[in-house]
């Protein structure tokens, strides 16, 4: 018999990367901050709720990815498909198949983030 699996899923930790440095990857998620600013990762995850609701991403969705993720990494995962949202049809439809995929441990944020980095002229500077 094989042991049982628990109902949650495994949550994924933040690895090592600073709020700083999601702030480099995500840029335009710091506008939709409180105030116009991001300072910390309850304001990172405040914006991602307002950029949800403008990408048209669903609240279950959005806590489907909360649920697997972790709200930190759902919000940054957000700030992802804010990033390449002229590039995205259905920014729904893909925070579910991250999502999805997350679950199957398919996918991880930190991939992700350094290829925003590249591309937004940022250079990964402190790990913390």
Same mark, same amino acid.
């Given at each position: 018999?094989?042991?049982?699996?628990?109902?949650?899923?495994?949550?994924?930790?933040?690895?090592?990367?600073?709020?700083?440095?999601?702030?480099?990857?995500?840029?335009?998620?710091?506008?939709?901050?409180?105030?116009?600013?991001?300072?910390?990762? !309850? #304001? %990172?995850?405040?914006? &991602?709720?307002?950029?949800?609701?403008? +990408? @048209?991403?669903?609240?279950? $969705?959005?806590?489907?990815?909360?649920?697997?993720?972790?709200?930190?990494?759902?919000?940054?995962?957000?700030?992802?498909?804010?990033?390449?949202?002229?590039?995205?049809?259905?920014?729904?439809?893909?925070? !579910? #198949? %991250?999502?999805?995929? &997350?679950?199957?441990?398919?996918?991880? +944020? @930190?991939?992700?983030?350094? $290829?925003?980095?590249?591309?937004?002229?940022?250079?990964?500077?402190?790990?913390?």
């Amino acid at each position: 018999m094989k042991p049982s699996k628990p109902d949650k899923p495994k949550v994924e930790p933040l690895k090592a990367f600073s709020i700083g440095v999601m702030l480099k990857a995500c840029q335009q998620l710091a506008d939709y901050g409180p105030g116009g600013a991001v300072g910390s990762w !309850r #304001d %990172l995850m405040s914006a &991602a709720v307002v950029v949800r609701s403008m +990408l @048209g991403i669903s609240p279950s $969705a959005y806590q489907d990815a909360c649920e697997v993720m972790g709200p930190e990494n759902a919000a940054v995962a957000v700030g992802c498909i804010l990033e390449r949202a002229n590039l995205i049809n259905s920014p729904g439809v893909y925070l !579910r #198949d %991250l999502t999805r995929r &997350a679950e199957r441990d398919q996918f991880s +944020l @930190g991939p992700v983030i350094m $290829a925003l980095l590249r591309n937004n002229g940022g250079r990964l500077l402190q790990v913390v």
